[in-house]
């Protein structure tokens, strides 16, 4: 950060009053997280990016970001602890996935709702094929209400696949609290499911 923005929400403020020194800081800033996320969810996926496609999606990113007049960027809160940081990981994160799958080359994207939902056999008819997917349905509708910080978290855990490690490094927490966070979300989240 430079000495002129001392915090992320100095930062912020100077962007969303169109100070262009405030938008160059904030891409400075964020450009090799952008980059890293973006390579994380091709690289978890087992896909190999062409150069442009990388650079297509930085630029991607950090244009929905500043467009019409910062919306998304604005739409940042920093609740329960999400750090800015971390909310730009989940958006560079999401497009990327988006992106292989828009162009069919995301082999099998691992939705996050799935965890909230017991393991079951396949489905022996329509009736029960139905069921299921109501239930999956909801389940990501459950699942976007969930606090910014969980659905880092979820981004991390089942759309990344990203090791225990690596997430608590990421994170800054321990191996220990990866696990019971997976597990308090995976019961709340089974208990919100049987009360709709």
């Not at 996320?37 to 999606?57: R, T, V, Y």
């Not at 998304?72 to 940081?85: E, H, P």
């Not at 990866?178 to 208990?191: A, G």
Request: hydrophobic letters at 35%; charged letters at 35%; glycine letters at 2%.
């Amino acid at each position: 950060m430079s000495k002129r923005f001392q915090t992320d929400k100095e930062l912020l403020k100077a962007c969303f009053n169109s100070d262009r020194a405030a938008m160059e800081e904030f891409i400075r800033k964020f450009s090799k997280l952008v980059y890293y996320s973006i390579h994380q969810a091709f690289k978890i996926k087992s896909i190999s990016p062409q150069p442009e496609e990388i650079e297509d999606l930085f630029g991607d990113i950090f244009l929905s970001l500043f467009e019409s007049d910062f919306t998304r960027l604005r739409s940042f809160k920093g609740r329960n602890g999400c750090s800015l940081a971390s909310w730009i990981r989940l958006i560079s994160s999401r497009r990327s996935i988006d992106y292989m799958r828009e162009r069919g080359r995301n082999h099998s994207v691992r939705q996050m709702e799935d965890f909230a939902i017991e393991e079951h056999t396949s489905a022996d008819n329509p009736e029960d094929e139905l069921f299921e997917k109501e239930r999956a349905s909801l389940a990501s509708e459950i699942v976007s209400t969930l606090p910014p910080d969980d659905l880092v978290f979820l981004s991390l855990y089942y759309e990344q696949e990203l090791d225990p490690e690596k997430i608590a490094d990421i994170l800054h927490v321990s191996v220990g609290t990866v696990y019971s966070k997976k597990h308090r979300l995976q019961d709340k989240l089974r208990r919100m499911l049987k009360k709709d």
